[in-house]
């Protein structure tokens, strides 16, 4: 892990968007025919989604960030001989878990790491039960065992905002019959929607309702095609970040999503007077997507407010981080998500600036931090801390090494950081010049 870079100049190419490479895979697989899709993440995560769809019967052949696809179609999917491992990715197993069970000839069992066997699945498992599915969950936590169903649509009022659950029974509702809308109560990641409409499936969108017409289990959908990935807005703002918390740092984070139910965090990074400049706007793939050039800020303390929790929900444990250099005290508040996360972030976000000697408060879903003004600011701790396998805990420690006095150690940081951004400690070392 690299401590205390001198500076931070130059570019950055990002690892693909992790949620438009899981479902730029599973739309290649849910058609018929071959696809290629270039700029696909390269972490663990998204390589568990590609084996979970072989395990189906798809052939995928992945070559750095290129991946060929051939797929029989969602209605040619196999059973598959072994539990399909998800991994560490709470996407992999939701999302597939729709379409496995909307999936009339499938029996599957879908397990994943220590981590994904605590997050709560009841949240799709139940919503899908509505819809006729038939899935076993012991205490709604995986593995789970489904036996695939003809679905019937349904209606969904959603009680959290999540784009994986939103996701999951859109799929079903695709290969069920009758209409299947889903309300959230608050908009999430909409890549899901982008994507269904540039395969030309009809869905009718209002900002938070969705309505799908099933098409039945036997339904064909065109391959996906030539499909380029962009790159990730989650592991972008850890760069970001690092340039504004680092006191001699311009670089230039090239070529990732600027959807905007994903950049949540540089519009709280604007109201904290970090100096962040989009440039080069375009649209890839049916969304927009941009560079930014960030430079070394002073910043000052921000209120997080609950309805801009899902645009910037992955970006918190680092946002955390920037408001503990802020000049200020910042209030996060809609925090609930975070529990159950790759780890009870929460808890994780307040041991971290813990250690680094932050005070901070916190309750069931809100934190406030105090601001130390600077990074430098910092304690110059070497304490240990234990980022599970939760990545974006990880980073975060990093980007406090990178950039303060704090030596944090850490166990696990390898693996932790391999299920999104493998390269990160290369990427930074690339921009510190060392
Ligand atoms: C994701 C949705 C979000 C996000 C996760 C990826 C997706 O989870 O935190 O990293 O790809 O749909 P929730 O749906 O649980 O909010």
């Given at each position: 892990m690299l401590n205390d870079a001198h500076h931070l100049r130059g570019s950055l190419t990002l690892p693909g968007d992790k949620s438009i490479s899981h479902r730029a895979l599973l739309f290649a697989a849910l058609g018929t025919g071959r696809s290629v899709l270039t700029g696909?993440?390269?972490g663990a995560d998204v390589l568990g989604t590609a084996h979970c769809l072989r395990q189906l019967g798809v052939a995928i052949a992945i070559a750095d960030d290129v991946a060929h696809v051939h797929s029989p179609g969602f209605s040619g999917w196999l059973t598959p001989a072994h539990p399909l491992d998800c991994g560490n990715s709470g996407t992999t197993m939701r999302l597939l878990l729709g379409l496995l069970a909307a999936h009339p000839r499938m029996t599957a069992q879908l397990d994943g790491d220590a981590s994904l066997r605590k997050r709560p699945m009841a949240r799709v498992v139940d919503p899908l039960a509505t819809m006729g599915a038939q899935i076993a969950a012991d205490l709604g936590r995986p593995p789970l065992r489904v036996v695939g169903q003809t679905l019937h649509g349904a209606t969904h009022v959603l009680p959290v905002a999540s784009a994986q659950v939103k996701s999951a029974l859109l799929l079903a509702g695709l290969f069920a019959v009758g209409e299947t809308i889903v309300q959230e109560p608050l908009p999430s990641r909409d890549h899901t929607e982008r994507m269904l409409a540039g395969l030309g499936v009809a869905l009718r969108s209002t900002g938070t309702q969705h309505a799908i017409a099933g098409r039945g289990p036997a339904a064909q959908l065109p391959a996906l095609g030539d499909f380029a990935v962009p790159g990730d807005p989650s592991s972008a703002a850890f760069a970001v970040v690092a340039a504004v918390l680092h006191p001699d740092a311009a670089i230039n984070v090239c070529?990732?999503?600027?959807?905007p139910t994903r950049v949540g965090f540089l519009r709280a990074l604007e109201r904290m007077g970090a100096r962040v400049a989009i440039a080069n706007p375009a649209t890839v793939a049916g969304e927009p997507v941009g560079d930014v050039l960030a430079q070394s800020s002073v910043l000052q303390a921000t209120d997080i407010a609950p309805d801009e929790v899902p645009s910037l929900i992955d970006e918190l444990p680092i946002l955390a981080l920037a408001a503990a250099a802020a000049h200020g005290t910042s209030q996060f508040r809609g925090l609930a998500e975070l529990r159950v996360k790759e780890s009870d972030r929460l808890a994780a976000i307040v041991e971290l600036l813990t250690l680094l000697g932050v005070a901070t408060q916190s309750g069931a879903d809100w934190l406030t931090i105090v601001g130390k003004g600077s990074a430098a600011d910092f304690a110059a701790t070497t304490a240990s801390f234990r980022p599970g396998l939760d990545h974006r805990m990880a980073m975060t420690a990093a980007v406090a090494n990178l950039c303060s006095p704090s030596r944090v150690a850490m166990h696990g940081f390898a693996e932790a950081v391999g299920s999104s951004w493998p390269d990160f400690n290369a990427a930074m070392a690339r921009l510190s010049g060392d």
């Open positions: 696909l993440g390269t070529g990732f999503s600027h959807n």
